[in-house]
């Protein structure tokens, strides 16, 4: 890691340390308290329910980029891992009465053990092929879900109880803000330490060469487990937390287009990049909130193309920016973000 002239290491601690100098410690006190004060203290309900969203969507986000970024396994089917988390946890909730402290766990594991199972085809199979398994994967959760009668309730929503902390139930956006910002947090560290441990450059090293890796003496099939695994479980993290957020799901919410959605993300942030998975996923957030409030402005400069024509427009813009991140910017929004830093460190020469 590239750091300021005259900071140097003088212990493998420091070496090992998560934030290495003074100056990056300030900005991490900074962006916590952006995001825990000024955040919630200053802005509106709808502004919170947005962030909301934006700290669900990172979760997911981060379990996909563990899958596809470091390990190199193309998932289509993350939306249907969301739904597994989802209804196993609004099951528990909708049928038991369960809280979601104990539901959510449960929906944790369910999940990771339906990963493993689609996981399983990439002892023979990789690239493009497993990507069409984990679609196939898609539309089976997908099935069951809808033909689940009473147990899932098919084609109805389904509801989950809202969460409780030290016996106050979270029933504004404010409080389900502190709530879902704190899984958010604790899922980027968990993340962040997993790929700079020995599993995280296992990971790596099946992406580059599985062939080389397994060489090596990688056991390349658990490791590619291991990442199906890792990603179940933030798919299923987000999926119930999800639930119990919005009180209700219903499986239109997990569709095919969430999936190719989230690789999006990582393509606009960065794959391979626990930074990039979050800028990624916050800035396709955003731009939908930007398309949302443009669409009646082009509703009416054209009338021609106003109503639902407008509201495909998203998708549309969607991939127009992805096209051109591929185009102009293959590497995301991290690597742009280190070439400022890079700038920053050797201001004022040019070289």
Partial sequence: MKK?????????????????????WELLALLLICVFVVIPGFTSAYVLSVANYIGITVIAALGLNILTGYCGQISMGHAAFMAVGAYVSAMLSYHLGWSFWAAFPLAVLATGLIGLLVGLPALRIKGFYIAVSTLAAHYIIVWLIVHGGKLTRGVNAIEAAAPTLFGFTLKTERDMYFFIM??????VFLAVNLVRTRVGRAFV???????????????????????FLMASFYAGAAGSILAHYQGMISIEQFNLMDSIWFLGMLIVGGMGSITGAILGAVFLRLLAQVVLFLAPVIGDLFPAIAGSSVAGMTQVFFGLVIILFLIFEPRGLFHRWQLVLASFRLWPFPY
């Fill in 182 to 187: 704190g899984f958010t947090a604790l899922a």
């Fill in 205 to 227: 090293a099946v992406r580059d060469n599985d062939l080389a890796a397994e060489f090596m003496g990688i056991n390349v099939f658990h490791y590619k487990m291991l990442a």
């Fill in 4 to 24: 300021p002239s005259g900071t140097f290491d003088e212990s493998y601690s420091q070496d090992m340390a998560l934030v290495r100098t003074p100056f990056r």
